[in-house]
């Protein structure tokens, strides 16, 4: 069931941004996973900026592409605090951010027009 529409979907991402930029700066990891964690936010939102959808603004990568990257990323996320992360703030953080990912992608409907 595809219950999250193109619209919520991008202000979820926009969220998602915020959310990443305020983890990276607020707990106190080494620099380099406060960097990581930074920019991926970054990339999120140029993603986001660039998706031909509701919140983008250049229109440029079609919204099932956009989903694809989201399921990637997600997938990365979860093997990542299983299998790299050895601080465990960091572990769940990435884990819980791997799942809601991946629910949020389960969740969108990538097909629709609004």
């Known amino acids: 069931m595809k ?4 619209r919520f979907h991008a202000i979820l991402d926009y969220l998602l941004v915020v959310s990443l930029w305020s983890v990276a700066g607020l707990y106190s990891w080494d620099s380099s996973l406060s960097a ?6 970054g990339i999120h939102l ?13 229109k440029l990568v079609p919204f099932p ?5 989201e399921l990637i990323v997600g ?3 979860v093997l990542a605090s299983l299998f790299y992360f050895e601080e465990s703030l960091a ?3 990435y884990l819980g951010f791997g799942i809601v990912v991946l629910v949020v992608w389960a969740l969108t ?6």
Request: no cysteine.
């Open 46 to 58: 140029v993603l986001t900026l660039v998706t031909r959808f509701p919140g983008g603004m250049f």
């Open 91 to 93: 572990k769940n953080f």
């Open 3 to 6: 219950v999250i529409s193109p």
């Open 109 to 114: 409907n990538y097909r629709s027009s609004d």
């Open 36 to 41: 990581f964690t930074f920019v991926l936010g």
């Open 65 to 69: 592409i956009h989903g694809y990257v």
């Open 75 to 77: 997938i990365l996320a």
